[in-house]
């Protein structure tokens, strides 16, 4: 017997402060012109001065278990990707785990920036496929507006606040099926990291070196010219691994990270952005949230569909990059 990991529900959650590009234009020296135009962000929410990012994760995981009609004592273990946790230990998993009352079982905080998403879904997937877990809570949560200077423009305007949550659950794979990518769940996933090229996108600082968290410093430029090659080779190390080509995808689900990059691999990958999950306008960067965030809104939406094929794709700071294969 095999088991493949489906996605069984999805939830969010977003603070009520929405910053605008209009609001950003009295901070910094920028405009709205320049904001859309570089990077496609209208606006983005803001979490509160006292709100962290464990308090918007058990949001997001108590609005995927409603969505799942699952009950805390149903989850067997809980990932949380994030860079922004509420302490340096313990991890903002055991934090969810202690309030949404789940009995003891694996919870920890998996670290890969903008890719972490991808990340925790992929050990996810293999606990379970390893038949060490039957219910696994995954999720995305940051708040990145703690790590901004919010007098450098290059940075502030970017980045944003937010949670989102996935329930993996484990599911005999139907060994009856003539192509097995008809099957629901997670087919393959690709993970990547160069840290050779760290200093592109870091924190200043850090526990075992200032003693602080540090603000984020980004060479922009150099950044978006890996993001664009990293997601072209990661998508078509994807596709063919699987043997499908680009017409048998019904959905990307990229990291919003920037709009143009997300327009690049669309056109790579030939697929209309009509076809693209696009979240970034009002969502902002969100880190390791983005993917989960813009996941549950397009199915909560009503645009990702049962049955569908996904292709999530991410890239970010380490460099990082990854793709998952999911038919929802
Ligand atoms: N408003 C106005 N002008 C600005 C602003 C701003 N907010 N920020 C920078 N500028 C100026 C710069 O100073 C520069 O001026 P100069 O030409 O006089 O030197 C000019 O605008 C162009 O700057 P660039 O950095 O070249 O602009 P670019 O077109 O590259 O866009 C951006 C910048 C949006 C940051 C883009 O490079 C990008 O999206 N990079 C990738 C980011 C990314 O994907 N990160 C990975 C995930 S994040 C993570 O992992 C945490």
Same mark, same amino acid.
């Given at each position: 017997?095999?088991?493949?990991?489906?996605?069984?529900?999805?939830?969010?959650?977003?603070?009520?402060?929405?910053?605008?590009?209009a609001?950003?234009?009295?901070?910094?020296?920028?405009?709205?012109?320049?904001i859309?135009?570089?990077?496609?962000?209208?606006?983005?929410?803001?979490?509160?001065?006292?709100?962290?990012?464990g308090?918007m994760?058990?949001?997001?995981?108590?609005?995927?278990?409603?969505?799942?009609?699952?009950?805390?004592q149903?989850?067997?273990?809980?990932?949380?990707?994030?860079?922004?946790?509420?302490?340096?230990?313990?991890?903002?998993?055991?934090?969810?785990?202690?309030?949404?009352?789940?009995?003891?079982?694996?919870? +920890?905080?998996?670290?890969?920036?903008?890719?972490?998403? %991808?990340? &925790?879904? @992929?050990? #996810?997937? !293999?606990? =379970?496929?390893?038949g060490?877990?039957?219910?696994?809570?995954?999720?995305?949560?940051?708040?990145?507006s703690?790590?901004?200077?919010?007098?450098?423009?290059?940075?502030?305007?970017?980045?944003?606040?937010?949670?989102?949550?996935?329930?993996?659950?484990?599911?005999?794979?139907?060994?009856?099926?003539?192509?097995?990518?008809?099957?629901?769940?997670?087919?393959?996933?690709?993970?990547?990291?160069?840290?050779?090229?760290?200093?592109?996108?870091?924190?200043?600082?850090?526990?075992?070196?200032?003693?602080?968290?540090?603000?984020?410093?980004?060479?922009?430029?150099?950044? +978006?010219?890996?993001?664009?090659?990293?997601?072209?080779? %990661?998508? &078509?190390? @994807?596709? #063919?691994? !699987?043997? =499908?080509?680009?017409?048998?995808?019904?959905?990307?689900?990229?990291?919003?990270?920037?709009?143009?990059?997300?327009?690049?691999?669309?056109?790579?990958?030939?697929?209309?952005?009509?076809?693209?999950v696009?979240?970034?306008?009002?969502?902002?960067?969100?880190?390791?949230?983005?993917?989960?965030?813009?996941?549950?809104?397009?199915?909560?939406?009503?645009?990702?569909?049962r049955?569908?094929m996904?292709?999530?794709?991410?890239?970010?700071?380490?460099?990082?990059?990854?793709?998952?294969?999911?038919?929802?």
């Open positions: 017997m095999s088991l493949t990991s489906i996605i069984l529900s999805t939830g969010s959650y977003l603070p009520s402060k929405i910053l605008t590009n609001d950003l234009e009295k901070m910094v020296d920028t405009t709205d012109e320049w859309t135009q570089r990077s496609g962000i209208k606006h983005r929410h803001i979490a509160g001065e006292n709100e962290t990012t308090d994760a058990l949001h997001a995981a108590r609005k995927a278990l409603e969505n799942a009609k699952l009950d805390p149903d989850i067997d273990g809980i990932i949380v990707a994030t860079t922004t946790p509420d302490r340096t230990f313990p991890s903002v998993a055991v934090k969810v785990q202690g309030d949404l009352g789940v009995k003891p079982g694996l919870a +920890f905080d998996v670290q890969a920036v903008c890719t972490g998403f %991808v990340y &925790a879904l @992929t050990v #996810a997937d !293999n606990f =379970i496929k390893m060490q877990a039957k219910n696994i809570l995954v999720i995305g949560a940051e708040k990145m703690s790590l901004l200077d919010w007098t450098d423009r290059t940075t502030c305007v970017l980045f944003a606040d937010g949670a989102g949550a996935v329930i993996l659950q484990a599911k005999e794979t139907d060994d009856t099926l003539s192509n097995k990518l008809d099957g629901q769940g997670i087919h393959s996933t690709h993970l990547y990291a160069n840290g050779s090229k760290r200093e592109l996108l870091q924190t200043t600082g850090g526990v075992s070196t200032t003693g602080g968290n540090g603000v984020i410093e980004m060479q922009g430029r150099e950044v +978006f010219k890996y993001a664009v090659s990293y997601m072209a080779d %990661v998508v &078509a190390e @994807t596709l #063919a691994y !699987n043997g =499908i080509t680009s017409a048998d995808i019904d959905w990307l689900v990229p990291h919003q990270a920037n709009i143009r990059i997300i327009e690049s691999t669309a056109k790579k990958l030939n697929m209309s952005m009509d076809q693209v696009v979240t970034l306008d009002h969502h902002g960067n969100t880190s390791a949230a983005s993917i989960p965030l813009a996941l549950d809104e397009a199915v909560q939406g009503g645009k990702i569909k049955g569908q996904l292709l999530i794709e991410a890239m970010g700071g380490g460099l990082t990059w990854g793709a998952a294969l999911v038919r929802y």
